[in-house]
């Protein structure tokens, strides 16, 4: 009479979190295409390492994706999605 409800239950979930997986990408990537300009800017100030791109996106007011100041890996992660 109960069937498999623990199955169905499991299914679900699985399909929620590829979803909000999908949804963290994404915003993700728009966030990395929409600071990117403000990267290049960095490199063209005479930037070269992830250390003074950070620098550079603090110093102009830039958000990072978390909020807060830039870090060196966090700028590494935004290039590693572009």
């Not at 800017?41 to 100041?69: C, D, F, Q, T």
């Amino acid at each position: 009479m109960g069937g498999d409800r623990a199955g169905i239950i499991a299914s679900q979930a699985a399909k929620g979190s590829a979803a909000s997986a999908a949804l963290r990408r994404a915003q993700a990537a728009k966030h990395a295409a929409d600071i990117m300009p403000s990267i290049e800017a960095a490199k063209a100030a005479g930037a070269v390492s992830l250390r003074e791109i950070a620098e550079y996106l603090n110093e102009h007011g830039e958000e990072a994706p978390k909020g807060g100041n830039w870090s060196a890996t966090q700028v590494n992660r935004v290039l590693s999605l572009t």
